[in-house]
C-alpha cells in the first residue's frame, strides 16, 4: 500500500537510522526544537485575548521571539495543510488533498513526497510525535510516533473528526514504536487520541444548552488527557524534535464561534449560549503551553503555527446550501475555513529559541505553510532537499548566514 518511492525511502531510513545514530552520538549535542501545531488558531480571537492577559504564557514567546501571519494553501483543512507542511510541496504532489482522497479517508500510505520527520530520523535526529493530524497508520521514526486526527476506532471507523480511544484504534498502528503503547496505557491512561466529534442538528434541536456543556465538557476532558500525554513524554522520553499537535479549538469554532445575530447562521439557541465558548479554548490551551514551557530551556526552540485560521460565514456563503455543513457532516456550522481562497483564513506562527530575533513582527504572507519544514533543517544543519517548494525564514534569526555556515 506504500507508494514504491516512499517505501523505499523508508527502508533506507530504517537501515542508516542505527548508524548515523552511534555516529552522532559522538559528536556536539544537536538542536533541541519542540513545534506545536494548534488547529484553526485564529488570530481575531486571540488578540483580544492577549490584550486582557488571559494568555500570558502565548504573550512570553511573543515578547521573546518572532510572529505573525502563516499564509495557508487553498481551501485548507487539517490533513491538506499539515501535510504540505510535514512535505513543503504542493497537496497534489503529496497527495493528501483532503480528508477523503479518491473516497478513501486520507492516511500515511497516501503521502508520496517524504515528510520532514523521516529526514530528520535519516540525520540521526531523534524525533518524539503526538496527536498530529495525518499521521495515521503511523511511520517508522528514530524515536516515537503517537497519530492524531484520522486516527480510526471503535465508533469512529473512517477516522474522520472523532476521538478513539487507544484501546480502540483500529484499521492500523496508532502508536510506534509498538512496544510504547502498553506503557502509555499504564502511565498516562488510555486517552483519547483526537478531539470529540461534533453533535448533529438533529441531537442539538431543544437540547442545545445541555448539548453544548455536555460536548465542553468532553472536550476539556480530552485536553487533560493530551497535558498529562505531552508532559509524560517530554518527560520521560525527550527527543531532540518533537512534535505535539491539538485540534479540539478548532472544532469548537465550526460551531460555536462568538457571532452576532447579522452573521450567516446564527441560531439564537445555540449562539446565545456558552459566548465564550471559542475563545475559552484558547485560554485553556495557554495553560497547555505553560505545561510544554516547563521543558523549555534558553537552548530550546520552540515553534506554534496554526495551519489555518477561522472566520465566520460572510455573504457568498449565505446562498450555499453547503455552507452551513462542514466536513461532510450534519452539525450546523457558523463558522469555517475551506475558503477557496486560503489568505482569508491565514495561520499563525510564533518561534522563539537561540539565535532567534526578539520582540519581531512578521509583517503580511511572507511566511507561509511551505516555509516550516525547510526552516526545521535550516535549524539542524540539513540542506533543503530540491523538492521543497518553502524557502527559510531567515528573517526571523539574529544571523542566518551564521546558521548556515554552523553546518559545515
Ligand atoms: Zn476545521
Same mark, same amino acid.
Given at each position: 500500500?506504500?507508494? /514504491?518511492?516512499?517505501?523505499?525511502?523508508?527502508?533506507?531510513?530504517?537501515?542508516?537510522?542505527?548508524?548515523?545514530?552511534?555516529?552522532?552520538?559522538?559528536?556536539?549535542? %544537536?538542536? /533541541?526544537?519542540?513545534?506545536?501545531?494548534?488547529?484553526?488558531?485564529?488570530?481575531?480571537?486571540?488578540?483580544?485575548?492577549?490584550?486582557?492577559?488571559?494568555?500570558?504564557?502565548?504573550?512570553?514567546?511573543?515578547?521573546?521571539?518572532?510572529?505573525?501571519?502563516? /499564509?495557508?494553501?487553498?481551501?485548507?483543512?487539517?490533513?491538506?495543510?499539515?501535510?504540505?507542511?510535514?512535505?513543503?510541496?504542493?497537496?497534489?504532489?503529496?497527495?493528501?488533498?483532503?480528508?477523503?482522497?479518491?473516497?478513501?479517508?486520507?492516511?500515511?500510505?497516501?503521502?508520496?513526497?517524504?515528510?520532514?520527520?523521516?529526514?530528520?530520523?535519516?540525520?540521526?535526529?531523534?524525533?518524539?510525535?503526538?496527536?498530529?493530524?495525518?499521521?495515521?497508520?503511523?511511520?517508522?521514526?528514530?524515536?516515537?510516533?503517537?497519530?492524531?486526527?484520522?486516527?480510526?476506532?471503535?465508533?469512529?471507523?473512517?477516522?474522520?473528526?472523532?476521538?478513539?480511544?487507544?484501546?480502540?484504534?483500529?484499521?492500523?498502528?496508532?502508536?510506534?514504536?509498538?512496544?510504547?503503547?502498553?506503557?502509555?496505557?499504564?502511565?498516562?491512561?488510555?486517552?483519547?487520541?483526537?478531539?470529540?466529534?461534533?453533535?448533529?442538528?438533529?441531537?442539538?434541536?431543544?437540547?442545545?444548552?445541555?448539548?453544548?456543556?455536555?460536548?465542553?465538557?468532553?472536550?476539556?476532558?480530552? !485536553?487533560?488527557?493530551?497535558?498529562?500525554?505531552?508532559?509524560?513524554?517530554?518527560?520521560?522520553?525527550?527527543?531532540?524534535?518533537?512534535?505535539?499537535?491539538?485540534?479540539?479549538?478548532? !472544532?469548537?469554532?465550526?460551531?460555536?464561534?462568538?457571532?452576532?445575530?447579522?452573521?450567516?447562521?446564527?441560531?439564537?439557541?445555540?449562539?446565545?449560549? !456558552?459566548?465564550?465558548?471559542?475563545?475559552?479554548?484558547?485560554?485553556?490551551?495557554?495553560?497547555?503551553?505553560?505545561?510544554?514551557?516547563?521543558?523549555?530551556?534558553?537552548?530550546?526552540?520552540?515553534?506554534?503555527?496554526?495551519?489555518?485560521?477561522?472566520?465566520?460565514?460572510?455573504?457568498?456563503?449565505?446562498?450555499?446550501?453547503?455552507?452551513?455543513?462542514?466536513?461532510? %457532516?450534519?452539525?450546523?456550522?457558523?463558522?469555517?475555513?475551506?475558503?477557496?481562497?486560503?489568505?482569508?483564513?491565514?495561520?499563525?506562527?510564533?518561534?522563539?529559541?537561540?539565535?532567534?530575533?526578539?520582540?519581531?513582527?512578521?509583517?503580511?504572507?511572507?511566511?507561509?505553510?511551505?516555509?516550516?519544514?525547510?526552516?526545521?533543517?535550516?535549524?539542524?544543519?540539513?540542506?533543503?532537499?530540491?523538492?521543497?517548494?518553502? /524557502?527559510?525564514?531567515?528573517?526571523?534569526?539574529?544571523?542566518?548566514?551564521?546558521?548556515?555556515?554552523?553546518?559545515?
Amino acid at each position: 500500500m506504500i507508494p /514504491r518511492k516512499l517505501s523505499l525511502l523508508l527502508s533506507v531510513f530504517l537501515l542508516a537510522v542505527p548508524a548515523f545514530a552511534q555516529q552522532q552520538n559522538a559528536s556536539k549535542p %544537536k538542536p /533541541r526544537v519542540i513545534v506545536v501545531g494548534v488547529n484553526g488558531m485564529e488570530l481575531d480571537i486571540i488578540r483580544p485575548l492577549l490584550l486582557k492577559g488571559l494568555m500570558p504564557n502565548l504573550s512570553s514567546v511573543i515578547d521573546k521571539g518572532a510572529y505573525g501571519k502563516l /499564509r495557508t494553501v487553498s481551501a485548507p483543512n487539517c490533513p491538506r495543510v499539515y501535510s504540505t507542511l510535514f512535505t513543503s510541496t504542493n497537496p497534489e504532489e503529496h497527495g493528501v488533498t483532503g480528508f477523503i482522497v479518491g473516497g478513501i479517508t486520507a492516511n500515511t500510505n497516501m503521502l508520496k513526497e517524504e515528510p520532514v520527520w523521516s529526514m530528520l530520523s535519516k540525520s540521526g535526529i531523534t524525533v518524539g510525535m503526538a496527536n498530529v493530524p495525518a499521521t495515521f497508520p503511523v511511520m517508522p521514526v528514530n524515536g516515537y510516533m503517537i497519530s492524531g486526527m484520522l486516527t480510526r476506532g471503535k465508533n469512529c471507523e473512517d477516522g474522520v473528526l472523532c476521538a478513539p480511544k487507544l484501546s480502540e484504534v483500529m484499521g492500523g498502528d496508532a502508536v510506534y514504536p509498538k512496544s510504547l503503547q502498553p506503557e502509555l496505557l499504564k502511565n498516562v491512561g488510555d486517552f483519547y487520541i483526537d478531539c470529540e466529534r461534533m453533535p448533529g442538528a438533529g441531537d442539538l434541536k431543544g437540547h442545545e444548552a445541555e448539548f453544548i456543556d455536555k460536548w465542553l465538557g468532553k472536550v476539556q476532558v480530552i !485536553r487533560d488527557q493530551q497535558t498529562k500525554l505531552f508532559d509524560y513524554l517530554l518527560t520521560t522520553h525527550p527527543t531532540e524534535f518533537t512534535f505535539l499537535a491539538q485540534s479540539c479549538e478548532d !472544532r469548537t469554532g465550526h460551531w460555536l464561534y462568538p457571532i452576532t445575530p447579522f452573521n450567516a447562521g446564527y441560531n439564537a439557541s445555540i449562539n446565545n449560549f !456558552r459566548q465564550n465558548a471559542f475563545p475559552d479554548q484558547y485560554v485553556a490551551f495557554d495553560k497547555v503551553l505553560g505545561s510544554i514551557l516547563k521543558h523549555v530551556d534558553e537552548n530550546t526552540y520552540l515553534i506554534i503555527f496554526s495551519d489555518h485560521g477561522i472566520k465566520p460565514l460572510r455573504e457568498f456563503e449565505e446562498k450555499d446550501p453547503h455552507a452551513h455543513m462542514d466536513h461532510e %457532516k450534519t452539525t450546523p456550522v457558523i463558522a469555517k475555513h475551506d475558503f477557496a481562497d486560503g489568505d482569508d483564513v491565514p495561520g499563525s506562527f510564533f518561534a522563539m529559541g537561540p539565535g532567534i530575533k526578539h520582540d519581531l513582527r512578521l509583517m503580511g504572507l511572507g511566511a507561509s505553510v511551505y516555509d516550516v519544514a525547510p526552516t526545521l533543517l535550516h535549524i539542524y544543519g540539513i540542506e533543503q532537499p530540491k523538492q521543497m517548494r518553502g /524557502r527559510i525564514l531567515t528573517e526571523i534569526f539574529e544571523n542566518a548566514d551564521n546558521k548556515v555556515a554552523a553546518k559545515q
